[in-house]
């Protein structure tokens, strides 16, 4: 079925930058909404930002300024550009597809990805 594939994490120093991405590999696919969510250590998962078909997004207000959310919507990939990380931001991301849709039939909700770890070292 329906597989959202997370790449781009890992561990780097503050003030550094990686790039999320993630994708989902299902042909004749429609989505919604894309997003990331966080869990750090110790907390809840965490909304980080979205983006919807039409382009609109929505920030934390945590990483507001020093992300940026992308899509591209033929691709069915949701970007996630991360600078000037803080140790703050370690966590586990997670890739969220919204309202999923094959060939007009809505098949799901939500879609989680598998997360990946993004480490920053202070």
């Known amino acids: 079925q329906v597989q959202l594939v997370e790449s781009g994490g890992g561990l780097v120093q503050a003030g550094g930058s990686l790039r999320l991405s993630c994708t989902a590999s299902t042909s004749f696919l429609s989505i919604k909404t894309m997003g990331w969510y966080r869990q750090a250590p110790g907390k809840q998962r965490a909304l980080v930002a979205t983006?919807?078909?039409?382009?609109?997004?929505t920030y934390a207000d945590s990483v507001k300024g020093r992300f940026t959310i992308s899509r591209d919507s033929a691709k069915n990939t949701v970007y996630l550009q991360m600078n000037s990380l803080k140790a703050e931001d370690t966590g586990v991301y997670y890739c969220?597809?919204?309202?999923?849709?094959?060939?007009?039939?809505?098949?799901?909700?939500?879609?989680w990805g598998q997360g990946i770890r993004v480490t920053v070292s202070s």
């Open positions: 983006i919807t078909s039409r382009g609109s997004t």
């Open positions: 969220n597809a919204h309202e999923l849709q094959i060939a007009t039939v809505p098949v799901g909700d939500d879609l």
